[in-house]
Protein backbone atom coordinates (compact mmCIF):
# COMPACT_ATOMS: atom_id res chain seq x y z
CA UNK A 1 0.00 0.00 0.00
CA UNK A 2 1.11 3.41 -0.36
CA UNK A 3 3.46 4.77 2.24
CA UNK A 4 5.14 7.96 3.00
CA UNK A 5 8.52 8.36 3.28
CA UNK A 6 10.31 9.20 6.64
CA UNK A 7 13.61 9.50 7.56
CA UNK A 8 15.75 8.94 9.13
CA UNK A 9 14.56 5.10 10.36
CA UNK A 10 16.77 5.50 13.77
CA UNK A 11 18.62 7.72 15.68
CA UNK A 12 20.66 7.40 18.62
CA UNK A 13 21.93 10.79 20.47
CA UNK A 14 23.17 12.55 23.35
CA UNK A 15 20.88 14.22 26.03
CA UNK A 16 20.46 17.93 25.21
CA UNK A 17 21.09 17.34 21.31
CA UNK A 18 18.38 18.86 18.91
CA UNK A 19 16.65 16.04 16.93
CA UNK A 20 14.95 16.68 13.28
CA UNK A 21 12.76 14.06 11.29
CA UNK A 22 10.85 14.62 7.97
CA UNK A 23 8.28 13.18 6.26
CA UNK A 24 7.92 13.41 1.96
CA UNK A 25 5.21 12.24 -0.29
CA UNK A 26 4.36 11.98 -3.68
CA UNK A 27 0.93 12.97 -3.06
CA UNK A 28 -0.62 16.07 -1.83
CA UNK A 29 -1.95 16.08 1.52
CA UNK A 30 -3.98 18.46 3.93
CA UNK A 31 -3.40 17.15 7.04
CA UNK A 32 -0.02 16.37 8.21
CA UNK A 33 0.53 14.46 11.57
CA UNK A 34 2.76 13.26 13.93
CA UNK A 35 2.75 10.59 16.64
CA UNK A 36 4.73 8.88 18.98
CA UNK A 37 4.83 5.41 20.59
CA UNK A 38 6.61 4.18 23.64
CA UNK A 39 7.18 0.26 24.23
CA UNK A 40 3.77 -1.56 24.71
CA UNK A 41 1.69 1.72 24.07
CA UNK A 42 -0.60 2.48 20.94
CA UNK A 43 0.21 5.94 19.42
CA UNK A 44 -0.09 9.59 21.02
CA UNK A 45 -0.86 12.82 19.24
CA UNK A 46 1.94 14.96 19.03
CA UNK A 47 0.99 17.48 16.44
CA UNK A 48 -1.55 18.10 14.17
CA UNK A 49 -0.97 20.15 10.86
CA UNK A 50 -4.03 21.42 8.63
CA UNK A 51 -2.39 24.04 6.61
CA UNK A 52 0.42 24.22 4.18
CA UNK A 53 3.40 26.75 5.76
CA UNK A 54 1.66 25.63 9.39
CA UNK A 55 4.59 25.59 11.83
CA UNK A 56 3.27 24.41 15.14
CA UNK A 57 4.74 24.03 19.24
CA UNK A 58 4.11 21.59 21.66
CA UNK A 59 6.98 22.01 24.48
CA UNK A 60 10.06 21.11 22.93
CA UNK A 61 8.33 20.03 19.81
CA UNK A 62 8.25 22.10 16.38
CA UNK A 63 6.72 20.67 13.45
CA UNK A 64 6.40 22.21 9.79
CA UNK A 65 3.58 21.44 7.16
CA UNK A 66 5.61 21.76 3.38
CA UNK A 67 4.27 24.68 1.11
CA UNK A 68 3.90 21.93 -1.42
CA UNK A 69 1.83 19.81 1.01
CA UNK A 70 4.05 16.90 0.15
CA UNK A 71 6.07 16.90 3.03
CA UNK A 72 6.26 17.71 7.23
CA UNK A 73 9.37 17.55 9.22
CA UNK A 74 9.01 17.50 13.09
CA UNK A 75 11.66 18.72 15.56
CA UNK A 76 12.84 18.17 19.07
CA UNK A 77 14.97 20.39 20.82
CA UNK A 78 17.01 19.76 24.18
CA UNK A 79 16.55 16.06 24.07
CA UNK A 80 15.60 14.20 27.06
CA UNK A 81 15.77 10.45 28.05
CA UNK A 82 11.64 10.43 27.68
CA UNK A 83 11.53 11.43 24.29
CA UNK A 84 12.97 8.04 23.77
CA UNK A 85 10.29 5.98 21.19
CA UNK A 86 9.27 5.58 17.57
CA UNK A 87 7.91 9.05 15.47
CA UNK A 88 5.41 8.35 13.25
CA UNK A 89 4.35 11.04 10.25
CA UNK A 90 0.99 10.06 9.11
CA UNK A 91 -0.76 12.18 6.21
CA UNK A 92 -4.80 12.87 4.91
CA UNK A 93 -5.54 12.81 1.35
CA UNK A 94 -9.18 13.65 1.42
CA UNK A 95 -11.64 15.09 3.94
CA UNK A 96 -14.80 14.42 5.12
CA UNK A 97 -15.74 11.10 5.50
CA UNK A 98 -12.65 9.38 4.12
CA UNK A 99 -10.37 9.59 6.96
CA UNK A 100 -7.93 6.91 6.00
CA UNK A 101 -4.52 8.08 6.99
CA UNK A 102 -1.87 7.21 5.42
CA UNK A 103 1.28 6.05 7.36
CA UNK A 104 5.12 6.74 7.40
CA UNK A 105 7.28 3.77 8.84
CA UNK A 106 8.48 5.71 11.72
CA UNK A 107 11.97 6.81 13.34
CA UNK A 108 13.14 4.96 15.79
CA UNK A 109 14.67 7.23 18.48
CA UNK A 110 17.49 6.49 21.54
CA UNK A 111 18.67 9.00 23.59
CA UNK A 112 21.55 8.60 25.57
CA UNK A 113 21.79 10.54 29.19
CA UNK B 1 -10.95 9.15 30.98
CA UNK B 2 -11.04 5.68 29.45
CA UNK B 3 -10.75 6.74 25.42
CA UNK B 4 -10.10 3.55 23.77
CA UNK B 5 -10.32 0.10 25.42
CA UNK B 6 -9.16 -2.59 24.03
CA UNK B 7 -9.06 -6.21 25.26
CA UNK B 8 -7.74 -8.23 25.68
CA UNK B 9 -3.80 -7.12 26.33
CA UNK B 10 -2.29 -10.45 25.23
CA UNK B 11 -3.86 -13.72 23.36
CA UNK B 12 -1.67 -17.06 22.36
CA UNK B 13 -3.88 -18.86 19.54
CA UNK B 14 -3.08 -22.06 18.01
CA UNK B 15 -3.16 -22.27 14.10
CA UNK B 16 -7.06 -22.36 13.28
CA UNK B 17 -8.50 -20.79 16.61
CA UNK B 18 -11.47 -18.33 16.38
CA UNK B 19 -11.09 -15.28 18.28
CA UNK B 20 -12.31 -11.53 18.61
CA UNK B 21 -10.45 -8.53 19.80
CA UNK B 22 -12.53 -6.08 21.48
CA UNK B 23 -12.41 -2.28 21.01
CA UNK B 24 -14.63 0.22 22.64
CA UNK B 25 -14.75 4.34 22.72
CA UNK B 26 -16.37 6.21 25.25
CA UNK B 27 -15.93 9.20 22.89
CA UNK B 28 -18.42 9.40 20.72
CA UNK B 29 -17.04 9.27 17.28
CA UNK B 30 -18.53 7.86 14.22
CA UNK B 31 -15.09 6.38 12.33
CA UNK B 32 -13.31 3.77 13.93
CA UNK B 33 -10.39 1.73 12.74
CA UNK B 34 -8.03 -1.55 13.11
CA UNK B 35 -4.43 -1.67 12.22
CA UNK B 36 -1.68 -4.07 12.91
CA UNK B 37 2.12 -3.10 13.36
CA UNK B 38 4.67 -5.54 12.50
CA UNK B 39 8.12 -4.62 12.47
CA UNK B 40 9.52 -2.76 9.14
CA UNK B 41 6.10 -2.62 8.22
CA UNK B 42 4.48 0.40 10.20
CA UNK B 43 0.77 0.40 10.72
CA UNK B 44 -1.45 -1.11 7.90
CA UNK B 45 -5.32 -0.74 8.02
CA UNK B 46 -6.90 -3.90 8.19
CA UNK B 47 -10.69 -2.29 8.32
CA UNK B 48 -12.91 0.77 8.96
CA UNK B 49 -15.74 2.06 9.88
CA UNK B 50 -17.43 5.23 9.58
CA UNK B 51 -20.57 4.69 11.50
CA UNK B 52 -22.92 2.44 12.63
CA UNK B 53 -23.74 -0.29 10.25
CA UNK B 54 -21.15 0.86 7.89
CA UNK B 55 -17.44 -0.99 7.34
CA UNK B 56 -14.87 -1.17 4.74
CA UNK B 57 -11.90 -2.91 3.89
CA UNK B 58 -8.62 -1.39 4.07
CA UNK B 59 -5.39 -2.51 3.02
CA UNK B 60 -4.80 -5.62 4.88
CA UNK B 61 -8.37 -7.32 5.43
CA UNK B 62 -8.23 -11.04 4.22
CA UNK B 63 -8.58 -13.13 7.28
CA UNK B 64 -10.13 -10.61 9.82
CA UNK B 65 -14.26 -10.05 9.61
CA UNK B 66 -15.50 -6.73 11.75
CA UNK B 67 -18.67 -5.57 12.07
CA UNK B 68 -20.29 -2.14 13.84
CA UNK B 69 -23.38 -2.56 15.90
CA UNK B 70 -22.78 0.16 17.63
CA UNK B 71 -21.32 3.69 17.58
CA UNK B 72 -19.01 2.66 20.92
CA UNK B 73 -17.71 -0.99 19.85
CA UNK B 74 -16.30 -2.09 16.72
CA UNK B 75 -14.93 -5.82 17.08
CA UNK B 76 -12.24 -7.65 15.05
CA UNK B 77 -12.76 -11.49 14.53
CA UNK B 78 -10.54 -13.82 13.52
CA UNK B 79 -11.92 -16.79 11.69
CA UNK B 80 -9.25 -19.17 11.86
CA UNK B 81 -5.76 -18.00 13.07
CA UNK B 82 -2.93 -18.28 10.60
CA UNK B 83 0.66 -17.64 11.59
CA UNK B 84 1.18 -14.50 9.76
CA UNK B 85 -1.70 -13.20 11.88
CA UNK B 86 0.92 -13.02 14.53
CA UNK B 87 1.01 -9.04 15.67
CA UNK B 88 0.20 -6.17 17.37
CA UNK B 89 -3.04 -4.70 16.69
CA UNK B 90 -4.60 -1.34 17.60
CA UNK B 91 -7.77 0.29 17.25
CA UNK B 92 -8.03 3.07 17.00
CA UNK B 93 -11.13 5.90 16.82
CA UNK B 94 -11.35 9.29 15.23
CA UNK B 95 -12.91 13.15 15.47
CA UNK B 96 -12.02 15.06 12.51
CA UNK B 97 -8.91 13.61 11.28
CA UNK B 98 -7.01 12.77 14.56
CA UNK B 99 -6.77 9.33 15.58
CA UNK B 100 -6.86 8.20 19.16
CA UNK B 101 -5.01 4.61 19.33
CA UNK B 102 -5.91 2.42 22.06
CA UNK B 103 -2.95 0.16 24.28
CA UNK B 104 -3.06 -2.53 21.56
CA UNK B 105 -3.78 -6.29 21.50
CA UNK B 106 -0.18 -8.57 21.54
CA UNK B 107 -1.21 -11.75 19.53
CA UNK B 108 0.79 -14.46 18.87
CA UNK B 109 -0.49 -18.05 16.32
CA UNK B 110 1.17 -21.06 16.79
Known amino acids: GQQLNQSPQSMFIQEGEDVSMNCTSS?????WLWYKQEPGEGPVLLIA???AGELTSNGRLTAQFGITRKDSFLNISASIPSDVGIYFC?????????????WGLGTSLAVNP | NAGVTQTPKFQVLKTGQSMTLQCAQD?????MSWYRQDPGMGLRLIHY???????DQGEVPNGYNVSRSTTEDFPLRLLSAAPSQTSVYFC?????????FGAGTRLSVL
Open chain 1, 27 to 31: SIFNT
Open chain 2, 49 to 55: SVGAGIT
Open chain 1, 49 to 51: LYK
Open chain 1, 90 to 102: AGQIAAGNNRKLI
Open chain 2, 92 to 100: ASSSRNIQY
Open chain 2, 27 to 31: MNHEY
